[in-house]
C-alpha cells in the first residue's frame, strides 16, 4: 500500500492510496480522508460510494465532504468504482465496465475475472481502513450517489452489523427493472433474473429491513428521475416491510454534485445522529 497524494482540507487530510488488490487482480485507488479528531483517536467512518464514471475524485473536490466531515468528525473512505486498466473488460457505453462496477461479484464471463466491488469494499478494503487507520470499527455508517446509492443500499441491508447507518443521494432503487441495471445485471450476472435480487435494493429490503433509519434525497429535477432511479418501487417495499426511513423530494434539484454538495452536511450529521443515538 503507498500514499500516491497528501492534501491537507479543512484541518484534516485527504490521502489518496494505491494498493495491489487480492479481490479484483488489479491495483487500486482510493481516497481517505482523516479529519483533524483523528489525531487524537479512533474517528467513526463513512463509506461514500460513487456513481457511474466516477472515481474517488468526484466526492473528494466537488462533493463538500471534507467539511462536512471535519465539521462531524467523521472519516470517510471514497472507493473507485470498478477494477480499471489493461487486461480489465470494458465497454463502449459508459454505464457497463471501467467505471461502472455496479457494487456486485459479477459471475458472467469476461466480467467475472475482475469485476467483484461488493467483496473488495466490504472485506479487502474494510481490512486495510481498519489496520491502518485511525477509525472507530463499531461505528461506520455508508451512503453514496446513484449507482453508489444502489450500492450503499445493497451493502447496508446484506452487512448491517458493519454498516449500521445508511443514506443516499438519487439512488437507482430498483435496478432490476430500470435500463441501467437491466444491462449491468445481464452483462454482469447473467439473463437468469432470479439471480439479480441480491443485488436489488427494492426487494433486499422486503426481504431483510433493518434496524436502521435510511435517508434518501431526490431532486425533482433530475433528468435520471423517472426511468432510471424509480425511488418509488423502493419506497413501496421499504414501506410495506417496515423500514424505517426518511425520502425528501428535493425540489429544482438535479442530478449533479451541485445537489450532493447541497445536502452533503445534512447526510454526515444523520449518520453521526443514529451512530451516536
Ligand atoms: N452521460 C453522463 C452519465 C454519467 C453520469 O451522469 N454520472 C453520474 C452518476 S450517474 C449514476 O450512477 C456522476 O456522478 N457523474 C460524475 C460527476 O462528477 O458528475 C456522462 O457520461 O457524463
Given at each position: 500500500m503507498k500514499t500516491v497524494q497528501t492534501i491537507k482540507s479543512h484541518g484534516g487530510q485527504v490521502r489518496v492510496i494505491e494498493h495491489d488488490s487480492e479481490t479484483l487482480g488489479v491495483p487500486m485507488q482510493f481516497a481517505a480522508y482523516l479529519p483533524p479528531q483523528a489525531e487524537k483517536g479512533p474517528v467513526p467512518c463513512l463509506w461514500y460510494l460513487s456513481g457511474l464514471t466516477c472515481t474517488w475524485a468526484n466526492v473528494m473536490e466537488k462533493g463538500e465532504i471534507t467539511r462536512a466531515a471535519a465539521g462531524h468528525g467523521f472519516a470517510i473512505v471514497a472507493p473507485d468504482t470498478s477494477p480499471r486498466g489493461e487486461g480489465v473488460p470494458d465497454d463502449?457505453?459508459?454505464?457497463?465496465g471501467q467505471g461502472a462496477g455496479f457494487y456486485l461479484t459479477a459471475t458472467q464471463a469476461p466480467w467475472s475475472k475482475h469485476y467483484r466491488m461488493d467483496s473488495y469494499i466490504t472485506d479487502e478494503l474494510q481490512t486495510l481502513v481498519t489496520d491502518s487507520f485511525p477509525v472507530a470499527e463499531a461505528r461506520q455508517g455508508i451512503f453514496g450517489h446513484s449507482m453508489g446509492g444502489h450500492g450503499a443500499l445493497t451493502l447496508h441491508l446484506k452487512n448491517p452489523d458493519l454498516y449500521k447507518t445508511c443514506s443516499a443521494f438519487a439512488?437507482?432503487?430498483?435496478p432490476s427493472q430500470c435500463p441501467w441495471g437491466e444491462k449491468a445485471f445481464t452483462a454482469?450476472?447473467?439473463?437468469?433474473?432470479?439471480?439479480?435480487a441480491d443485488y436489488d435494493a427494492a426487494i433486499l429490503v422486503g426481504r431483510q429491513p433493518s434496524q436502521a433509519h435510511i435517508l434518501i434525497d431526490q431532486g425533482t429535477d433530475d433528468q435520471f428521475l423517472a426511468e432510471q432511479l424509480l425511488h418509488g418501487i423502493f419506497e413501496d417495499a421499504a414501506r410495506t416491510a417496515g423500514q424505517a426511513y426518511t425520502l425528501r423530494r428535493q425540489p429544482g434539484y438535479d442530478h449533479s454534485y451541485y445537489f450532493i454538495s447541497t445536502f452533503m452536511d445534512d447526510h454526515v450529521r444523520h449518520h453521526r445522529q443514529e451512530l451516536f443515538a
Open positions: 463502449e457505453g459508459y454505464d457497463l439512488p437507482i432503487s430498483a454482469y450476472l447473467g439473463s437468469d433474473r432470479a439471480r439479480w
